[in-house]
């Protein structure tokens, strides 16, 4: 009989232990009913030590011959809800045998091979050029999605969470007697336009910190797995309020507008695209930079 | 008894203010009378004697002159006039400006009133005439139709010397030809085991050759659309470009040569179907074949440029090399013969005449071949990833050394030359760079014309119109642009194709284009 250490306490279960001191990797403790490891490697040790017994193969081999008649007598005698699961998983491990049996048939077979033509023709002039940055997957891949209408209001982070304005804003106190308090200071990523110069100090009633101003975002392209440090054109919309879009507030899923000229996008009427949408990705405060992806969603 | 007079009436007002302004008009000023010597663009010689006229005579006096001086009275050319600026006004300061003023309205509005000031009525202008086609191609304004078809992205297209037909090579291995009149797929030239990379037609319409990305060259009936054969095999990578042998060499049965990345070059023989010779000697992919029909005995010529900064001249009856010409820096991507337009059509002029016989096909396209090579040798222009071209007369000037040399260097792209391209008549080259621009150079002298701005992205090819009069870009930037040769701007913008378009033709007044967004446009009047 096995036993683990549930009833380790007590005299007499260290006795029965010491008589038989190795439970098996397989076996179950027949007091809790739970599978029971084997502490520490002692097994594998053993085997390295002195090797396996003369008629292991042997034995291994007769087991696994007889597995098979093992298994249907179990499922002849068996009955009710156990059948059935049984059933069921035997049936499973059948369908994937066909299925891997099928698959080596078709390996020895000759086909005609229909893979062989790559994708992404090129005429023979940019044959030698495919190293040269190809940017322009980047406008394909958009129009592809700009096809299928379904995935015309399909944005990276469809929702956000809500931020409370005491979240957002630190309460500064003001006066003297620093008793007043109408003065908030943003706690969140901003951007700060390229001209904005900020506001005598009675007059300022939102502080947007230094520290947590931004310039530049790590755009990413999902289809084309490329990510490209672009400048900030500005804040397109701040889902949270449109007054965190007004003050340029940047927090996760804000939509943000990217300058893309450095990538080299032509509209179809063959003019250059410069500003493109972006949705921040991450949470900017905890980060210290600008996540987004390119938003298709607001292509048009 | 002062009283006060009442305000005038409001129509006085008004009649009072027309009054002040009438004299504002500006007088009408007499135009200066200027000394106007016209001069041959083709040999440099004078039409005649100066003669004494009036600034603002119009164009179509100044063509009536020039015609009566060059003894041309009963059969009237149309002219086009170019006065050349000094080279003090296309000084570094003016670098990019056109070198020259074409005449459009008259000679005071054009050359007297042009914001450089170089021209006054005192000086005897010299008015450069060189003459134009008597037809006239009308520019494409809008698509005609839109063929879809291909499964991608589309390579090459080519028009059939006639303008009937035209086969497009695409990504799906397919080639496909499409019939102009109906605007409708003909046939589908299904066979190859990759890329369908370039299409070229025999100038006389009874074949048609496609070169593909699994280094196989196909022949189709073009009628039938059926292949004639199996695929020509013996290159072990992918064809580069193709080209037939010139009708007035061989009418019966024109050769077709292949290139590959592989470094060879094949000639193949269309009858035996077997390679006749094989062009050894690049040490790299060679990027474009041409056949001329110069040569030192008239028999065809094979120009081949590669990426081993060579461009070799061999002889298409041995296949042994003639010249070696070292020049270029890096690869050479692209060749031009001033004689493409001629060899391409073969004994199909504008008159659109069928001949009877081989015979008299052979006599026709070798008058087309003389009638351009009168003036001028075969020339070739061969453009480069060194961002410049040279311009070579490979057979028309004897040096010392027995090795021709450059006979001008065409410098001004900013990045590598896509392509290039003589006008039908010879008079005008023009280049497409990935500099987003293309140049215009002079076809005989190699001098630097004027560029052409517009494009915001690679210019990856360019056709001339059959008149020489217009010129059409396809870029990157997924538009086609036809441009204006009188004033070298805009002519018109083409935009509806929905990605980079990667090939470009012009054939009467067609023009078609294809790319990435997988559809044939066809643009017309």
Known sequence: MDICSCRMEGSESRALRRQKPALNRTSICSVCVEPVMPQNEYIEEAIKRHGRRLDHEERKRKRTAREAHKASAVAQKLVGIKAKILHAKRHAQKVQLKKTLKAHDERNVKQADTSAIPEGALPTYLLDREGQQDAKALSTAVKQKRKEKAAKYAVPLPKVRGIAEDEMFKVLKTGKSKSKSWKRMVTKATFVGEGFTRKPVKMERFVRPMALRYKRANVTHPDLKATFQLPIIGVKKNPQSPMYTQLGVMTKGTVIEVNVSELGLVTTGGKAVWGKFAQVTNNPENDGCINADINHAHEL | MATL????????????????????????????????????????????????????????????????????????????????????????????????????????????????????????????????????????????????????????????????????????????????????????????????????????????????????????????????????????????????????????????????????????????????????????????????????????????????????????????????????????????LNTDFVLRTGPYDHMGKEPTSDEEALALALARYESITASTPELLISGSDDHTLFLWSVFGVETATGQPKPSARLTGHQRQVSHVGFSPDGRWAASAGFDNCLRVWDGRTGKYVATLRGHVAPVYRLAWSADSRLLVSASKDSTVKIWNLKTYKLHTDLPGHSDEVYCVDFVADKIVSGGRDQTVKIWKN
Not at chain 2, 75 to 84: A, S, W
Not at chain 2, 173 to 179: G, I, M, P
Not at chain 2, 283 to 297: F, L, M
């Open chain 2, 5 to 336: 007079l009442p305000p005038p009436k409001r129509a006085k007002i008004y009649h009072e203010n027309s009054q002040i302004q009438a004299p504002l008009t500006p007088p009408v000023q007499s135009a200066p009378m200027i000394v106007v010597q016209f001069v041959s663009e083709d040999e440099e010689t004078l039409l005649g004697p100066a003669v004494n006229l009036p600034a603002d005579f119009s164009r179509e006096g100044l063509e009536a002159l020039a015609n009566k001086q060059s003894g041309q009275e009963d059969e009237p050319v149309p002219f086009q006039f170019h006065v050349r600026l000094p080279e003090s006004a296309t000084d570094d300061k003016h670098s990019g400006a056109p070198t020259r003023l074409v005449v459009s309205t008259s000679l005071l509005q054009d050359v007297l009133a042009h914001p450089s000031k170089a021209f006054t009525p005192e000086d005897v202008l010299k008015v450069y005439c060189s003459p134009q086609s008597v037809f006239r191609v009308r520019p494409a304004t809008r698509c005609s139709s839109t063929l879809a078809g291909h499964g991608a992205s589309i390579l090459c297209a080519a028009f059939s010397p006639t303008g009937r037909l035209l086969a497009t090579g695409s990504g799906d291995t397919t080639a496909r030809l499409w019939d102009l009149n109906t605007e409708l797929p003909s046939h589908t030239l299904a066979g190859h085991k990759g890329w369908v990379l370039c299409v070229e037609w025999e100038a006389r319409e009874r074949k048609l050759a496609t070169g593909g990305h699994d280094g196989q060259v196909r022949i189709w009936d073009p009628k039938s659309g059926k292949p004639l054969g199996d695929a020509l095999k013996g290159h072990t990578k992918w064809i580069t470009s193709l080209a037939w042998e010139p009708i007035h060499i061989n009418a019966k049965n024109p050769r077709v040569a292949s290139s590959s990345k592989d470094n060879t070059v094949r000639v193949w023989s269309t009858v035996t179907r077997l390679s006749e010779f094989v062009l050894g000697g690049h040490t790299a992919s060679v990027n474009i074949v041409r056949w001329g029909g110069g040569g030192p005995g008239k028999n065809g010529v094979l120009y081949t440029a590669s990426s081993d900064r060579s461009v070799r001249v061999w002889d298409a009856d041995n296949g042994k090399v003639v010249y070696i010409l070292k020049d270029h820096a890096h690869w050479v991507t692209t060749l031009a």
